[in-house]
């Protein structure tokens, strides 16, 4: 039975897909706050974790646990999509985040008032986090599952790159609004409710305004779900999703190590360590390079993500159509304006020269992103797209694995050590992929 909903028959639809415009922008709304409610919170926990007087590492590792779970899982959800409703999965990957946004911040509330240790403080909000990154990943997959269900196939990669930009407009929305949430009572944890309560409308919605997908027993769907790696600020999808949600599922596993991908496979992962760190350092290093307290650092924290966001989304929506560069020499290009971000970072005495080594920076991995992409994508032939796809969208996620627990012990020996390493990395990448990449 068909959920009911107010939209009337003549309600406009999206261009090649029997989805309403409504229901589309509720399944845009479910990515979109996953994303930016997750980018949010990247602009406080910097300052949380000093006013906790918490080691500068255990933020990263908290972080971690949300990650790796969200690798392991984003996979597992994409699969379920075929045998389970979009619709509740749509429902659980959006309920994961407002449980976990809501716990997260009640943890820190607890440690920043003195109601609990700032290590108990921590291990609660590592395991509440966790809860998104095993539950929240079911969002991009199922809602994607959904819209490709609806879809003819002439124009479900036209729609689903639309549904997709939503995590690319997340990262910029999220820093933007975060600081609007950190006011009394809430402080530095605002974010978290804050992001909690549109969550849950943004639930209420989904759940009396979307219609129900459920099919007989022995009834088929047409279309499913993709993986998508692990948001973060001026992080946007690589269109590797959308290939693995449009391919046939009857594909045979490839591997990383396939000697037609493993160069590209490699610049991605090379070139996606040294985002993942970057992202990781950056709330502390405007901290301390600006000499901030805890409280009030947010706002700058975030004006120098929002940077970051708009430069990548300006490399991925606007130069990239426009200057017609091959994957090679995006990711040498992206490479040399990443390494050049660094060095701006490093030489950085004001948050004007934070703001322009970050966006340097981001600009150059929204090259290098669509590059490995792009290059892995052109090796294989149009049958193998969907596996390709899948390797590509793991790449993406497993540089915030083990980076940023790394990123956090190089900085607690010098705060310029991270962004040193990761401008080097970078410059030997350039110079390998002019030799290696074809």
């Known amino acids: 039975m068909l959920t009911r909903s107010p939209i009337q028959p003549g309600t406009p639809r999206i261009g090649g897909t029997a989805l309403k415009t409504p229901h589309f922008l509720l399944l ?44 392991v899982m984003a996979p597992w ?30 943890a820190l509330a607890a440690g920043l008032s003195g109601w609990v240790g700032a290590g108990l403080a921590f291990v609660l909000f590592g ?52 600081p609007l949430f950190v006011f009394p009572p809430l402080g530095l944890p605002g974010p978290f409710f804050g992001f909690a309560v549109i969550g849950a409308a943004v639930w209420i919605a ?3 305004w979307l219609p129900d ?19 973060s600020a001026a992080t946007t999808p690589t269109g590797a999703s959308v290939v693995a949600a449009t391919s046939p599922r009857d594909q045979p596993a490839m591997r990383w190590r396939d000697p037609r991908i493993r160069r590209w496979i490699v610049a991605g992962v090379a070139a996606g360590h040294a985002q993942a760190a970057l992202l990781t350092f950056l709330g502390f290093f405007v901290i301390d390079r600006l000499r901030l307290s805890p409280l009030g650092s947010e706002g700058p924290i975030s004006i120098v ?46 948050l004007y020269g934070l703001v322009l080594g970050f966006a340097l920076a981001s600009l150059g991995f929204g090259f290098t992103r669509p590059g490995f992409t792009a290059g892995a994508s052109l090796a294989v032939p149009l049958t193998e797209q969907g596996s390709v796809a899948g390797v590509i969208t793991a790449a993406n996620g497993i540089s915030y694995v083990a980076a940023p ?31 290696a990449l074809d």
Do not use: E
């Open 28 to 71: 845009f709304a479910a990515m979109l706050v996953a994303a930016s409610g997750n980018t949010a919170v990247q602009s406080v926990m910097p300052a949380i974790g000093r006013a906790m007087h918490m080691p500068d590492v255990v933020v990263a590792i908290a972080y971690t646990v949300s990650a790796v779970l969200w690798v």
């Open 77 to 106: 959800w994409a699969r379920a999509s075929d045998r389970r409703g979009r619709k509740a999965l749509t429902l659980v990957g959006v309920g994961g985040f407002v449980v976990s946004s809501a716990l997260c911040g009640l």
């Open 127 to 178: 395991l509440a986090r966790g809860i998104y990154g095993g539950f929240g990943s079911a969002t991009p997959s199922a809602t994607q599952a959904y819209l490709a269900g609806k879809t003819r196939r002439s124009g479900r990669v036209a729609a689903l790159s639309s549904l997709s930009s939503s995590f690319g407009l997340g990262t910029v929305i999220g820093p933007a609004l975060a």
């Open 206 to 208: 989904v759940r009396r």
């Open 213 to 231: 997908d459920t099919v007989p027993r022995h009834g088929r769907r047409s279309g499913h779900g993709a993986a998508m790696s692990y948001p």
């Open 305 to 350: 993500l929002m940077a970051g966001a708009a430069a990548t989304l300006a490399a991925q929506w606007g130069l990239i159509p426009r200057l017609d560069l091959s994957p090679r020499r995006m990711i040498l290009w992206g490479s040399w304006i990443a390494a050049l971000g660094f060095a701006v970072l490093i030489a950085a005495t004001d």
């Open 405 to 435: 627990t790394l990123t956090m012990l190089a900085y607690h020996l010098a705060p310029a050590l991270p962004a040193a390493l990761s401008l080097a990395g970078l410059v030997a990448l350039a110079a390998w992929g002019a030799q």
